[in-house]
């Protein structure tokens, strides 16, 4: 079955900063979710990732697919509190989203 | 505003207790599911349904049932509550554009 693995676990990070996030697969990457969660809330979706080299962003976050590399990562531009939360990264499996076990992301004023 | 209701929000059960976590989503999908969160463990499903009528387990379904009697509600029965059991639960339907989820359920079994 396919895995995969967030980088890092916890991230910190001063406002105004910028940061990324890295999601690894254990097998080919033809799909990827992202989703942000804050506590006491569901997850949110950011962004779907449907082909190899596929690029979009939202406001000031930005995702890629590298399928070669069978990774995914997220970019924050010019980090804000707004931002805080935990990111999990998802894939399609056999009727199931697969996820990652997430990074907790902590803006620090 | 279309999306994935659950309810409750919290609950506290004591061990042995029963109880149904509901989950109704308004979009018309067919297909739900139940997720369970743990800490280190990230999302793990337990059940899901790809219509009224059909069920079937995920990763984690033991301790839990479920049913589908219409396209709107995917129920989540645990018979027995165990400690094992405290988690955040999460409903997800999956539509042409991705899933949705609810907003969870944070369920503590003492």
């Known amino acids: 079955s396919q895995e995969l693995e967030q980088s890092p676990q916890s991230l910190i990070v001063q406002e105004g900063k910028n940061l990324t996030i890295n999601c690894t697969s254990s097998?080919?990457?033809?799909?990827l979710y992202w989703y942000k969660q804050k506590y006491g809330e569901g997850l949110i979706f950011l962004m779907m990732?449907?082909?190899?080299?596929e690029e979009k962003s939202h406001e000031k976050i930005t995702a890629k697919l590298d399928e070669k590399k069978q990774q995914s990562s997220l970019h924050i531009t010019a980090s804000q509190p707004s931002h805080a939360g935990i990111y999990l990264c998802?894939?399609?499996?056999?009727?199931?989203?697969?996820f990652g076990q997430g990074t907790r992301l902590t803006i620090n004023p | 505003n279309a999306g994935v209701t659950q309810t409750p929000k919290f609950q506290v059960l004591k061990t042995g207790q029963s109880m149904t976590l509901q989950c109704a989503q308004d979009?018309?999908?067919?297909?739900m599911s139940w997720y369970r969160q743990d800490p280190g463990m990230g999302l793990r499903l337990i059940h899901y349904?790809?219509?009224?009528?059909?069920?079937d387990q995920g990763e984690v379904p033991n301790g839990y049932n479920v049913s589908r009697s219409t396209t709107e509600d995917f129920p989540l029965r645990l018979l027995s509550a165990a400690p094992s059991q405290t988690s955040v639960y999460f409903c997800?339907?999956?539509?042409?554009?991705?899933?949705?989820f609810g907003s969870g359920t944070r369920l503590t079994v003492v």
């Open positions: 997800a339907s999956k539509g042409f554009y991705g899933y949705t």
């Open positions: 097998k080919t990457l033809y799909g």
């Open positions: 990732l449907q082909k190899g080299g």
């Open positions: 998802g894939v399609l499996g056999a009727q199931k989203l697969v």
């Open positions: 979009m018309n999908h067919e297909y």
């Open positions: 349904s790809v219509g009224a009528g059909i069920t």
